[in-house]
């Protein structure tokens, strides 16, 4: 079993920044799949950023793609979610996801998660 914790949130003005956390417990992440997810009020959920953790392959939602940045502690064994240029648009609830190994292609869909933290709050105001 593993338990993910998010950390991080909060409230920036537009154009600030935030670092995410998601560590976990449990096990290690080795072979995982890694991915952030967001749900904004009275939105579904939308898939944000990805990351494999053997070999460190990384993925972007287009919205925040060249602001936000993915990347992993082997041996923190966290992974983060680097957020700049912050608009408005990217308040929501925050949650990281594992998909246990053998890791699917389709980083992008929720159903192929595992894992999911109990996620942390994003506020932009503008």
């Known amino acids: 079993q593993v338990q993910l914790v998010e950390s991080g949130g909060g409230l920036v003005q537009a154009g600030g920044s935030l670092r995410l956390s998601c560590a976990a417990s449990?096990?290690?992440?080795?072979?995982?799949?890694i991915g952030w997810f967001r749900r904004a009020p009275g939105k579904e959920r939308e898939f944000v950023a990805a990351?494999?953790?053997?070999?460190?392959?990384?993925y972007y939602a287009d919205s925040v793609k060249g602001r936000f940045t993915i990347s992993r502690d082997n041996a923190k064994n966290t992974v983060y979610l680097q957020m700049n240029s912050l608009k408005p648009e990217d308040t929501a609830v925050y949650y990281c996801?594992?998909?246990?190994?053998?890791?699917?292609?389709?980083?992008?869909?929720?159903?192929?998660?595992?894992?999911w933290g109990q996620g942390t709050q994003v506020t932009v105001s503008s």
């Open positions: 996801a594992a998909d246990r190994p053998p890791a699917s292609t389709n980083y992008y869909s929720p159903p192929v998660y595992d894992y």
């Open positions: 449990g096990r290690t992440f080795s072979s995982y799949l």
């Open positions: 990351i494999r953790w053997s070999g460190g392959s990384t």
